[in-house]
Structures are given as C-alpha cells and as structure tokens.
C-alpha cells in the first residue's frame, strides 16, 4: 500500500534555530498538506499546497513557516526560528482530490516528525 | 467558525463490547467526513463518508452519516484489545481537514 514518508522521526533543536521536516508524499497525488498536533491537542491545519503554490494556510503558519516541493518528490516544511511553542508531532499528508472529484481514499498521513524545542 | 464536536471524550469497555462515537460539526463547504484511528503515531483512515444514510462497513467497523443533521457515528462491535486507540473524526471543507479531539477509546480484556 503506498505511504507517505517523513524524515526524521524524531528531531530535538535549540529555540532559534532553523528545522527542516521532510516528506515523501504518494507519487500521484496532487495535493500536500502539513498538520501539527501538539501533546494532548487536537490535529490542526497548517498549510496546503497544490500546483506548486500554497492554496491556504492556517493563522498558525506565520512568516517563519515556508514549504516547499523542490525536486517533484520531496515537500518540506521549514521553520526559520523555532519558539518552544513549537515542538508538537508534525504530520505531512497528500491526497489525489481534484476540485470536481472525489476518491474512496481520503487523505494519507505520513507517520509525524516528533519536534521538540528545547 | 467551522467547528467538529466528538463525544464522548473518552470510553472505556470491556472486549466483545459494542461502542457508537459520535461526531457532529458545523461547517461550511462541506465535501466530505472522515474517520481515522490515532495509535501511536499517524492517523490512519477507516472511512469517508459523503452521502447521507448510506453505511459504509470494514469488518467490525461502520459509520452512517447524517448531513441533515449534522453528525456521523462510528460503530466497533465485538470490541478487541487491538481497538484501543484514539478515534478522529474530521471535515474536509474543500481546503482542509478540520479535526475533533478525538474519542479515546480503551478496551480491556
């Protein structure tokens, strides 16, 4: 079954220092997302991203959050200067909805990058 | 504001157990709900539910979803062990995902 992938699993960094999450969404899909989810919290949107832009991002995705699709493969999220507020599991997702169509599938998860902010 | 309300928060039972969750939401641009089961990590997807009245069934699993109303259930009959887990219901409202808290549910022999 395919997967998305995200490295790594687990990443401790030092607040004001700059972290990049990566993801491996599913090779067909069309559409990418970046969810975090802090301990205890409920899942919330961050960003998502279609044909190369962002199509909408959330109040929490502010001017130090970037992503990007460098190479057709790889979607990362950069985070310019880390506040402990930070550390929560990051998760990436894809999907392969088009605007006028819907599949069975829903959207993938990829298993989180846990970010602790110390 | 787009909102997804799970009840109960938490919910314990003993195996062979039949438990409903619940989810109601107010959203607009509503396309489409899902559920997902929450274990360790990632949420993994059970179902997507887009029609009201129409079941959609994996093994133990159901959910039936209600778009006059506003809500959607989750069935598990005959609870395992295994079911343990953190149930998320989620809307995506064409440009997101808009998640509950989460149903955590414990099962014990």
């Known amino acids: 079954e395919p997967e998305v992938t995200q490295t790594p699993s687990h990443q401790v960094t030092q607040m004001g220092q700059e972290v990049i999450l990566r993801c491996v969404p599913i090779?067909?899909?069309?559409?990418f997302y970046w969810y975090r989810q802090i301990l205890g919290q409920k899942v919330e949107f961050l960003v998502s991203f279609y044909n190369n832009e962002i199509s909408e991002k959330s109040e929490i995705f502010d001017d130090q959050f970037s992503v990007e699709r460098p190479d057709g493969s790889n979607f990362t999220l950069k985070i310019r200067s880390t506040k402990l507020e930070d550390s929560a599991m990051y998760f990436c997702a894809s999907s392969e909805f088009l605007p006028q169509a819907l599949t069975n599938y829903g959207y993938t998860f990829g298993s989180g990058t846990r970010l602790t902010v110390v | 504001e787009d909102k997804v309300v799970q009840s109960p928060l938490s919910l314990v039972v003993h195996e062979g157990d039949t438990v409903t969750l619940n989810c109601s939401y107010e959203?607009?641009?509503?396309?489409?709900l899902l559920w997902y089961k929450q274990e360790k990590k990632a949420p993994t997807f059970l179902f997507m539910l887009t029609s009201s009245g129409i079941e959609k069934k994996s093994g133990r699993l159901s959910s039936i979803l209600d778009k006059k109303e506003l809500f959607s259930i989750l069935n598990i009959t005959a609870t395992q062990t295994g079911d343990s887990a953190v149930y998320l219901c989620?809307?995506?409202?064409?440009?997101?995902?808009?998640f509950g808290t989460g149903t955590r549910l414990q099962v014990f022999p």
């Open positions: 090779s067909n899909h069309l559409y």
């Open positions: 989620a809307v995506d409202n064409t440009d997101k995902l808009i």
């Open positions: 959203v607009t641009n509503f396309r489409s």
